[in-house]
């Protein structure tokens, strides 16, 4: 099993910017691919991005499209969330997963993933 850690998160206005970050340890951080989800309360675990074990695909949720890029460098076992015009609906914890054994839309699904941080808290204030 991998050990994921999140950190990152913080409160910051409406349009603002905040970078996650979620450091992998264990299994060669090459063999799964990697996805955030955040959940808000009283809501479900939703999808936000995913990338490849390659980092070469990367997909993301429409809300998230052109505000958010994901990333992974394998130098330091890090994935990245950029998260960019940050609005106050993008309030929650967000959670970084790995998924060992993917196959074609199974980045969007939280119950793939084998492995989860503990998240970290993100909220925008209006």
């Known amino acids: 099993q991998v050990q994921l850690v999140e950190s990152g998160g913080g409160l910051v206005q409406a349009g603002g910017s905040l970078r996650l970050s979620c450091v992998a340890s264990g299994p060669t951080f090459d063999g799964y691919d990697m996805g955030w989800f955040r959940q808000a309360p009283w809501k479900e675990r939703e999808f936000v991005a995913a990338?490849?074990?390659?980092?070469?695909?990367?997909y993301y949720a429409e809300f998230v499209k052109g505000r958010f890029t994901i990333s992974r460098d394998k130098a330091k076992s890090t994935s990245y969330l950029q998260m960019n015009s940050l609005k106050p609906e993008d309030t929650a914890v967000y959670y970084c997963?790995?998924?060992?054994?993917?196959?074609?839309?199974?980045?969007?699904?939280?119950?793939?993933?084998?492995?989860w941080g503990q998240g970290t808290q993100v909220t925008v204030s209006s």
């Open positions: 990338i490849s074990w390659s980092g070469k695909s990367t």
């Open positions: 997963g790995a998924d060992f054994h993917a196959y074609a839309g199974s980045y969007a699904i939280p119950h793939e993933y084998d492995s």
